[in-house]
């Protein structure tokens, strides 16, 4: 099955500096990645998502680029605030959509 | 509109003791999943289904039991529970089009 790869664990950032998250996978018949943001208490959040016949995404202050060659994707948050600190996760899934392989979260903390 | 609603929030079982988690959502969503959140290993999917009357196994099926008679419902029975099973349960649905999970706020299990 796939393997879904996260890093770093844990990242802390100043206020205002940005922020990324690196993913890899390893199954090519991968094609859709989403990131979800989990809240202390709550459940994930759908945050952006990327399809693998797109290079790069960005929603406001949140981008996610994927790298189909290299099986590997980034999250970047620009101009990070303190409300950014959360715990966020990758996901990988093929065409079908049914199972969704998780990488193992980074705790990101902005620090004000 | 609810979202996605599970319950408990919290509970405690002694080993062997049975339990159903429940989940429902209100937005006719065709697809739903049970995943289960452990400390360092992100989300692992247990169940899911495409839709009513269909339902099959995930990454770690093993203890659980599901089914699906309604588009709304999607109940996960443990049947003998064992300490291995204290984690946080997640519930997810999304439409056909959409790829990306809608999530509940989880339901935080003890088994002692």
């Known amino acids: 099955g796939e393997n879904v790869e996260q890093h770093p664990s844990t990242l802390s950032v100043q206020e205002g500096d940005s922020a990324v998250i690196k993913c890899t996978y390893s199954?090519?018949?991968?094609?859709?990645f989403p990131w979800y943001k989990q809240e202390l208490g709550k459940g994930p959040q759908l945050i952006i998502d990327?399809?693998?016949?797109?290079g790069e995404k960005k929603d406001q202050r949140i981008a996610v680029t994927l790298n189909k060659t290299a099986k590997h994707f980034s999250l970047h948050i620009t101009e990070t605030q303190p409300e950014d600190s959360a715990v966020y996760f990758c996901?990988?899934?093929?065409?079908?959509?049914?199972?969704?392989?998780f990488g193992t979260g980074t705790s990101l903390t902005v620090i004000p | 509109n609810a979202g996605v609603t599970q319950t408990p929030k919290f509970q405690v079982l002694k080993t062997g003791q049975s339990m159903t988690l429940q989940c429902a959502q209100d937005?006719?969503?065709?697809?739903m999943s049970w995943y289960r959140q452990d400390p360092g290993m992100g989300l692992r999917l247990i169940h899911y289904?495409?839709?009513?009357?269909?339902?099959d196994q995930g990454e770690v099926p093993n203890g659980y039991n599901v089914s699906r008679s309604t588009t709304e419902d999607f109940p996960l029975r443990l049947l003998s529970a064992a300490p291995s099973q204290t984690s946080v349960y997640f519930c997810?649905?999304?439409?056909?089009?959409?790829?990306?999970?809608?999530f509940g706020s989880g339901t935080r299990l003890t088994v002692v």
């Open positions: 990327i399809r693998s016949n797109v």
């Open positions: 997810a649905s999304r439409s056909g089009q959409v790829y990306g999970y809608t």
């Open positions: 199954d090519s018949a991968s094609n859709y």
């Open positions: 996901a990988a899934s093929s065409n079908t959509g049914n199972q969704f392989y």
């Open positions: 937005m006719n969503h065709e697809y």
């Open positions: 289904s495409v839709g009513a009357g269909i339902t």
